[in-house]
């Protein structure tokens, strides 16, 4: 979504709000699709004091794969937008500046970016998650391991001797 900021650019406390969808459900993650709904994009771009300030906020429910016990949980992802606009770079080049493109900046690139970026490696469907036992592969966080207890080779002769009685 493309904005036009042309109006606000010289006018110190204008702004223009935003609101969309993306749809990022194509987005391949480590083999996975977790984007299953439309990611929701709002927010606004305000002059102040002559400086243009994007603010807003990039949400979605995402599906997702315990990489614990490989079990299937939801949970919403927020992302904050924040970023300042420029005409043009005074000086040197600076990163944390996004430039216009004749007074328009994508506002949808702008939130895909921090979306696909913000996005964790590693999910837990909670902080205690058990996980599999990796004899038996039962998920510890429902029912209880099944393998049989190994003994301690070194305890063996013991253990002979308690079996007799």
Request: glycine share 8%; charged share 30%; net charge negative.
């Amino acid at each position: 979504m493309r904005l036009n900021l042309r109006e606000i650019i010289h006018v110190p406390g204008a702004s223009i709000p935003f609101e969309f969808s993306l749809d990022l459900t194509q987005e391949d993650f480590f083999g996975e699709y977790p984007i299953t709904r439309p990611v929701q994009v709002s927010g606004s771009v305000k002059n102040i004091a002559d400086v243009l300030v994007l603010e807003g906020e990039a949400k979605s429910l995402l599906d997702l794969t315990c990489d614990r016990c490989m079990g299937r949980f939801s949970r919403e992802k927020a992302v904050r937008l924040s970023f300042l606009l420029a005409e043009e770079l005074e000086g040197e080049e600076d990163g944390e500046i996004v430039l216009l493109d004749d007074g328009e900046i994508d506002v949808g690139d702008l939130a895909y970016t921090a979306f696909v970026l913000d996005m964790d490696t590693k999910h837990l469907c909670s902080e205690d998650c058990k996980g599999l036992c990796p004899g038996c592969g039962v998920n510890l966080n429902q029912e209880p391991c099944r393998c049989k207890k190994q003994a301690d080779p070194r305890w063996a002769a013991l253990e002979q001797l308690l079996n007799k009685n």
